[in-house]
């Protein structure tokens, strides 16, 4: 879409994910863009479907409630200039969901959360992999 300028902010609900979310929509007032926050969801791996922490369907509901809590914070921050945030769910892998969304945008923001060498290598790093394989510039924020 021409005139479309968007900035792509992964969300998780972390103290870090909200600190990427003010940077972007900051951001987005400066360049006249609109600000995608996008949540990603997934089964855990050892989730079990004869019984788990909570009933598959629960899983997505919870991270909508992430990213609407998120983001309605967000917009009540007084400090922050007036910015259109568009909210995404996304099912998937988080790093994955963010790339996907940023196809065509004008920039990435994610937090970081700040896990050592040994986490990071251990875990992944959604960060990470967003800086090395976005097609766009990539923002990382630490809280």
Known sequence: ?????RIVVGV???APSKCALRWAA?????VGAVVQAVVAWEFPAFYS????????DEFEESARKSLDDTVDEIERDDGLPPVTIER???HGHAAQALLDASE???LLVVGSRGH?????ALLGSVS???????TCPVVIVRG
């Open 1 to 5: 879409m021409d005139g479309y300028r």
């Open 12 to 14: 998780d609900g972390s």
């Open 26 to 30: 900051r951001q987005a007032a400066l």
């Open 49 to 56: 479907w004869e019984g788990g922490p909570m009933p598959p």
């Open 88 to 90: 995404q769910l996304t």
């Open 104 to 106: 065509g945008a004008e």
């Open 116 to 120: 050592g060498s040994f986490y990071g």
């Open 128 to 134: 990470q992999r967003c800086a090395a394989h976005a």
